[in-house]
């Protein structure tokens, strides 16, 4: 029971239900469920422990090739690589409840994004890093739709992140990070709170819940001096990107202006902007896949959040240069911090009750 109504599960598991003529199984209804919304059984360790598998199996395609020495110009090597890719897709549509075949297929996905990445990065001169960067989009936009892989389509968007934000950092421009950043977040705003959840863009979806952490990870760590060389850039643009996206988030789940007038979320917004202006893109960035995730009740979302959230507290402090009083007060107004985003979190969940009760209004009405 919540607030003296009872939940969907308990008006399913009703005896009074359940003996009913029209009574539809449990099981069949979870069934029904998993099917429209491409829901997997799978447990996160089986994915994991199988993407390592492909992982560890596409290297020793890698040192096969490289050892053996079959093609002796360095543009057959992507040939190969794209005939890798090909058959990886084919075996993904062969037998997606097969181990064997989705590993298989996972690790020639692999192997033949890797053969092309270093063949067009040694055949352009200078090695011109965006060569890498627009081969990994030729294969995100012609073997995204052909591989049934869930695994491979999750690891080609967040490969074409990374190899962007390679580029990006080699050609030292600080406006395309930013241009990066924002497109991250929006990909990530429209996936999970649009109007575009299809079971085919649910890949997609996973990918981009990790790409604009790990793009804020690596510039945060290399402007703090936390990974090889530094990169001076102002992180004020994308602070301010994340801030705008995260009202927005706000906005989304109170989904009345009469709730917008309250006081609480008149509280949200001003402490958004104010963390706006003296915290990291980072911080802001597990903060709101927090807010999404609690939200939504999405699970991933929450532990990625969590995941994330002690690192860039950390790449935070380690960037601080004051002595240990000044930092004992950084750390006090960081526990407040997380205190607010708590109650931000309640604030979020409240917010969607009460949409979801004038949606259902408007129904009975």
């Known amino acids: 029971m919540k607030d003296g109504?009872?939940?969907?599960?308990?008006?399913?598991?009703?005896?009074?239900?359940?003996?009913?003529?029209?009574?539809?199984p449990l099981e069949e209804i979870r069934g029904?469920?998993?099917k429209k919304w491409g829901l997997r059984r799978d447990l996160i360790g089986v994915q994991l422990l199988s993407a390592f598998g492909a992982w560890f199996a596409a290297v020793f395609f890698l040192f096969f090739f490289e050892n053996v020495g079959l093609f002796p110009?360095?543009?057959?090597?992507?040939?190969?690589g794209v005939v890798l890719l090909v058959f990886g897709a084919f075996l993904s549509r062969v037998d997606s409840k097969s181990v064997f075949l989705?590993?298989?297929?996972l690790a020639l996905g692999l192997t033949g994004s890797a053969l092309l990445w270093f063949t067009v990065y040694d055949l352009l001169p200078d090695h011109q890093l965006e060569g890498m960067a627009l081969s990994q989009l030729l294969v995100c936009l012609i073997f995204y739709p052909l591989s049934r892989s869930f695994s491979f389509r999750v690891f080609a968007p967040i490969a074409l992140s990374v190899l962007a934000l390679f580029w990006v950092w080699g050609e030292k421009m600080e406006w395309a990070f930013h241009a990066l950043v924002a497109l991250e977040a929006f990909l990530f705003?429209?996936?999970w709170l649009g109007r575009w959840q299809k079971p085919a863009l649910l890949p997609l979806a996973y990918a981009s819940a990790l790409m604009l952490p790990i793009s804020l990870l690596f510039v945060e760590m290399r402007v703090n001096e936390l990974l090889w060389g530094r990169m001076v850039i102002d992180f004020r643009p994308s602070a301010l990107l994340i801030s705008l996206g995260l009202l927005w988030v706000y906005a989304r789940f109170a989904g009345s202006r009469s709730l917008m007038k309250k006081p609480e979320f008149v509280i949200a917004v001003l402490g958004t902007l104010a963390l706006g202006a003296v915290s990291t893109p980072g911080l802001l960035g597990?903060?709101?896949?927090?807010?999404v995730g609690r939200g939504l009740g999405?699970?991933?979302?929450?532990?990625?959040?969590?995941?994330?959230?002690p690192v860039f507290l950390w790449t935070y402090y380690a960037s601080i240069q004051v002595d240990l009083a000044t930092k004992s007060w950084i750390l006090m107004a960081s526990g407040l911090l997380l205190i607010l985003i708590q109650q931000l979190l309640h604030w979020v969940e409240v917010w969607g009750e009460s949409g979801s009760e004038?949606?259902?209004?408007?129904?009975?009405?």
């Open 286 to 291: 597990a903060m709101g896949l927090l807010v």
């Open 358 to 365: 004038k949606g259902s209004e408007g129904v009975e009405a």
């Open 73 to 80: 110009r360095e543009e057959w090597n992507g040939g190969m």
């Open 189 to 191: 705003g429209v996936l």
């Open 102 to 105: 989705s590993q298989g297929s």
């Open 298 to 309: 999405v699970r991933y979302l929450v532990v990625l959040a969590y995941l994330f959230f």
């Open 32 to 34: 029904c469920l998993r």
């Open 5 to 24: 109504h009872p939940t969907l599960r308990e008006v399913l598991e009703d005896p009074a239900v359940l003996g009913s003529r029209d009574a539809i």
